[in-house]
């Protein structure tokens, strides 16, 4: 997927004023996915992504494999906490991305898997 088709998803996501905060991501070159969160506009380059937690600094979009924003995920406050679980309200997201009918795009039970490289 090209640099303006993943800046036009994160403004997508962006304005649907629902606050995700989670996603996976999977870079090429990394062989397991890394959870991080979903990057505010203001944190994009014109041809990178900001610091997200999935590298622990910038990276540019052409490294992406695919990114997932999930329904529900599980977290721990603190390290012997019992895991937690939230969820992220994706229906919206999903109407106004296939609105704009340009991603390669993969919605499941999961959530949402945008794709920069499909196998």
């Known amino acids: ?54 590298l622990n600094g910038p990276f540019e979009f052409k490294y992406i494999e695919w990114l997932l924003i999930p329904y529900k995920f599980g977290f721990r406050p603190y390290d012997s906490a019992p895991m937690q679980y939230k969820t992220q309200e994706l229906s919206h997201v999903i109407e106004q991305l296939n609105l704009l009918g340009q991603f390669e795009l993969e919605t499941n039970a999961d959530g949402i898997k945008a794709y920069g490289y499909k196998p």
């Open 1 to 54: 997927m090209s640099d303006t088709k993943w800046r036009k998803l994160f403004s997508v996501v962006n304005e649907s004023n629902l606050k995700l905060a989670h996603c996976v991501w999977k870079l090429i070159g990394e062989d397991t996915p890394k959870n991080g969160f979903v990057p505010d506009y203001e944190s994009l380059g014109d041809n990178y992504v900001g610091d997200c937690g999935a």
